[in-house]
């Protein structure tokens, strides 16, 4: 009895999963299969086009780029407010977190006046004596990669603070007494075990870079497309649903490899983390 009645709590909730994530994806699979043409011969010519192929690779770099920096940036962030007092700690999480509740098109125009030609930097710059004339910094792969990391940096130092509470300071002093240097400890002590934290505010971060819309959109123009800017191009602009269906499901399929290696070497951490 008491089975069933797990089972029957458990129907509205795989009733939502199979109607707003299993539907949509079947909807956006369907172009490819009532098209008329054979659907592996469209993922086929997709993947041997050299300007497909660069849109995928910049897509794979933007996301990898962003989520380094963000770990470069995060970690160091989170162990600082780690070391704060309680309260202190809460103000500076709340510093961090109102990014988030501002508009992303709001906050990538912003870096629309920073980064352009008569924007802030470049003003700044010359002012400076540093450049003598404006450099091209808006609508480059750079600006998206900018865009993405103020966008999602916050994500990961959230992510990483949590797991940084945890961190006992007591074994850092132990080992700077025995002659430990601060990168030894950061290497042997901290990221040991930070690691599954960091792993999962990559996670984060990558599946964010690798579909955000709206940062590439603004920040990098029609000359340097993702996969998702190359998605509304086709289906909106151009009004070929069949390739956007095409360029949705391999985008779908790399972010899942991606996102499952990522997860299977996260487990792997998990578990040295509880034997040791």
């Known amino acids: 009895m008491q089975k069933a009645n797990r089972f029957l709590l458990l129907i509205p909730a795989a009733l939502g999963i199979i109607v707003f994530a299993l539907f949509p994806l079947i909807q956006i ?14 993922y086929t010519q997709f993947l041997q086009s050299n300007y497909d192929l660069q849109v995928i690779f ?24 780690s070391r704060q007092s309680v309260s202190w700690r809460q103000f500076l999480s709340v510093i961090i977190l109102f990014p988030i509740l501002t508009n992303a098109v709001v906050r990538n125009f912003a870096w629309i006046i920073i980064l352009g030609k008569n924007g802030v930097l470049n003003n700044l710059l010359q002012a400076l004596h540093l450049i003598s ?56 002590i ?4 930070m690691a599954p934290a960091i792993l999962t505010g990559a996670i984060l971060v990558f599946s964010g870079a690798m579909t955000a819309y709206t940062t590439p959109q603004l920040l990098g123009g029609n000359r340097h497309l993702v996969m998702s800017t190359l998605i509304y191009q086709q289906a909106m602009t151009l009004g070929n649903w069949t390739n956007a269906s ?19 070497y996260t487990g792997r951490l998990d578990r040295r983390v509880d034997h040791a």
């Open 29 to 42: 699979a369907i172009p490819t299969v009532t098209s008329g043409a054979n659907p592996i011969v469209l």
């Open 133 to 188: 004339a404006p450099l091209t910094l808006l609508y480059t792969n750079t600006a998206i990669v900018i865009g993405s990391v103020y966008l999602f940096l916050p994500i990961m130092i959230t992510t990483l603070v949590d797991s940084a509470n945890g961190l006992n300071p007591e074994i850092e002093e132990a080992a700077a007494v025995l002659g430990a240097r601060p990168f030894t400890i950061l290497r042997e």
């Open 58 to 81: 910049r897509t794979l770099t933007i996301a990898t780029v962003t989520t380094v920096i963000t770990v470069l940036l995060g970690l160091p962030t989170a162990l600082w407010i």
């Open 246 to 264: 095409v360029v949705a499901m391999v985008l779908i399929v790399l972010s899942l490899i991606v996102l499952g290696l990522l997860r299977w």
């Open 190 to 193: 901290i990221l040991p075990q």
